[in-house]
């Protein structure tokens, strides 16, 4: 992976590649997480294309979600990749809105996969501002599993009244979150 010598179409497919053998195969990426995963992950999170930016914060939900505790000590480098995904200019963009939606995606997985690690009172708010999502659907069950266990845990740096925002909307009739889904946020 290289932005210098490759296409936008490439540098995406490449991450989608990559984020797709990462869902697929799982815990056997390990071994080349440092050297594979982990650097196109980075690469893609700061490229000025949106598709690449959108596989790359797939790729780094599902690696954070497959490996777990093994990649906490890159959490930090990865979040900071994620940071600025949430301040971009989205203009109704389709693609910067699914860039947003993969990019609170991956903070869900994070979160899930080792809440310790995530400095939750300063991610929480800008997370909790970026949703219910808004182009990315099939990430629905992925965010509200994890909204929901924070809310079961009753963690103080969720903000109670942006979850109730963000439940109240995805209970609305014509949500996008499916039934059963919906069933648990009431």
Request: hydrophobic share 45%; aromatic share 6%.
């Amino acid at each position: 992976y290289s932005k210098a010598s490759r296409p936008v179409a490439d540098r995406s497919m490449a991450v989608g590649c990559l984020s797709e053998i990462a869902q697929e195969v799982g815990v056997p990426i390990h071994g080349h997480w440092k050297n594979i995963f982990l650097p196109c992950t980075l690469a893609g999170l700061s490229d000025p294309d949106n598709n690449v930016k959108r596989n790359a914060a797939f790729l780094c939900g599902i690696a954070c979600e497959h490996l777990k505790e093994s990649v906490v000590a890159d959490y930090p480098s990865l979040l900071q990749g994620l940071s600025p995904i949430f301040g971009m200019p989205v203009d109704g963009s389709t693609e910067a809105l699914a860039c947003v939606d993969n990019a609170a995606a991956a903070i869900a997985r994070m979160i899930m996969a080792s809440p310790s690690h995530v400095p939750l009172e300063q991610v929480l708010p800008v997370f909790c501002m970026a949703l219910p999502l808004t182009t990315d659907f099939t990430e629905n069950e992925t965010v509200y599993n994890c909204l929901l266990g924070l809310c079961q845990m009753n963690h103080p740096a969720l903000p109670k009244a942006e979850v109730i925002r963000i439940f109240s909307k995805a209970v609305q009739e014509g949500s996008t979150v499916d039934a059963e889904m919906q069933g648990r946020m009431k």
